[in-house]
């Protein structure tokens, strides 16, 4: 039974050339499927096993909507002010430049205008990966100026949602980003400029109370969690069981909340139908 017994004594490797196995290579999803993490980012961060839809951030989907992942970033500098003096556990400023070197973003949301299918589209993408995609004035102000960029050019307008709500840092600053969201929403809408509000997990709050639901067609993805408050928040509040799936984007679509759900995989095609039939063009293949 020698290869029970080492034969060689006192073997030694140096730490450097010790094998571990990287971080990254797997990924489980909530039902127990685990995917190879290249495999999953092959086929749209959507597990093969369950359809899981992983979170992901604006640099995901603008390789999904513009042709060939060209596209020119607007605001891309825009940063947020400290007006209020805001300290929690730690001071507002120190926990934006926190964040910013930890993601590489300047604020929680994203706008960039490309081609997508061969004609010109504004994207506003959230991205959850900064203070929980929080809603400040930045975020307002570069959606705002977005809109802006699609009124004056005559450039359809998507919106995809991703946040927990209004950013607490900025108190009062942060609410007033949903009037003011909606004011240019309907500035566009005047303007006779098509805009799709696409919902993804987790879109909340003041995002929902604003923006995500002003869409000319609102969309989702599936399983996403969309609502004011979180599903916790309002069981207690009101003291009874939730319905089975509550406030998934499934349930919404079934009570009238959405106009469709789409898997990502599908989004790029769907969103540009509805472009050329709201605009009663030719339809784009």
Request: glycine fraction near 8%; hydrophobic fraction near 35%; charged fraction near 30%.
């Given at each position: 039974?020698?290869?029970?017994?080492?034969t060689?004594?006192?073997?030694?490797?140096?730490?450097?050339e010790?094998?571990?196995?990287?971080?990254?290579?797997?990924?489980?999803?909530?039902?127990?499927?685990?995917i190879?993490?290249e495999?999953?980012?092959?086929?749209?961060?959507v597990?093969?096993?369950?359809?899981?839809?992983v979170?992901?951030?604006?640099?995901?989907?603008f390789?999904?909507?513009f042709?060939?992942n060209?596209?020119k970033?607007?605001?891309?500098?825009?940063?947020?002010?400290?007006?209020?003096?805001?300290?929690?556990?730690?001071?507002?400023?120190?926990?934006?430049?926190?964040?910013q070197?930890?993601?590489?973003?300047?604020?929680?949301?994203?706008?960039?205008?490309?081609?997508?299918?061969?004609?010109?589209?504004?994207v506003?993408a959230?991205?959850?990966?900064?203070?929980?995609?929080?809603?400040?004035?930045?975020?307002?102000?570069?959606?705002?100026?977005?809109?802006?960029?699609?009124?004056?050019?005559?450039i359809?307008?998507?919106?995809?949602?991703?946040?927990?709500?209004?950013?607490?840092?900025?108190?009062s600053?942060?609410?007033?980003?949903?009037?003011?969201?909606?004011?240019?929403?309907?500035?566009?809408?005047?303007?006779?400029?098509?805009?799709?509000?696409?919902?993804?997990?987790?879109?909340?709050?003041?995002t929902?109370?604003s923006?995500?639901?002003?869409?000319?067609?609102?969309?989702?993805?599936p399983?996403?969690l969309?609502?004011?408050?979180?599903?916790?928040?309002?069981?207690?509040?009101?003291g009874?069981?939730?319905?089975?799936?509550?406030?998934?984007?499934?349930?919404l679509?079934?009570?009238g909340?959405?106009?469709?759900?789409?898997?990502?995989?599908?989004?790029?095609?769907?969103?540009?139908?509805y472009?050329?039939?709201i605009?009663?063009?030719?339809?784009?293949?």
């Amino acid at each position: 039974m020698a290869w029970f017994k080492r034969t060689d004594k006192g073997i030694q490797t140096p730490t450097e050339e010790k094998k571990d196995t990287p971080k990254g290579l797997w990924y489980k999803t909530p039902s127990g499927k685990i995917i190879d993490t290249e495999e999953l980012k092959k086929n749209l961060y959507v597990s093969p096993e369950d359809g899981y839809h992983v979170r992901v951030g604006s640099k995901e989907y603008f390789e999904i909507f513009f042709d060939d992942n060209k596209f020119k970033e607007l605001d891309a500098k825009l940063t947020a002010k400290d007006p209020l003096k805001f300290e929690d556990t730690k001071k507002y400023p120190d926990r934006l430049k926190e964040v910013q070197k930890k993601t590489g973003l300047k604020d929680a949301v994203r706008t960039a205008v490309g081609k997508s299918m061969g004609k010109d589209l504004v994207v506003a993408a959230m991205d959850f990966s900064f203070i929980g995609g929080s809603m400040g004035s930045v975020v307002g102000e570069k959606i705002a100026r977005a809109i802006d960029y699609s009124i004056e050019n005559n450039i359809p307008f998507l919106m995809i949602s991703k946040s927990g709500g209004a950013r607490m840092m900025e108190a009062s600053l942060s609410l007033m980003q949903l009037a003011k969201t909606s004011v240019k929403l309907a500035q566009l809408a005047k303007a006779k400029i098509p805009y799709i509000s696409l919902c993804t997990d987790p879109t909340t709050g003041g995002t929902t109370a604003s923006f995500a639901m002003l869409g000319d067609i609102n969309i989702a993805e599936p399983n996403a969690l969309i609502g004011f408050a979180g599903p916790r928040v309002v069981k207690d509040t009101t003291g009874k069981d939730l319905p089975e799936g509550f406030q998934r984007s499934e349930f919404l679509l079934e009570h009238g909340f959405l106009d469709a759900i789409y898997e990502r995989k599908n989004l790029k095609k769907q969103v540009n139908l509805y472009l050329d039939l709201i605009q009663n063009q030719p339809v784009r293949v």
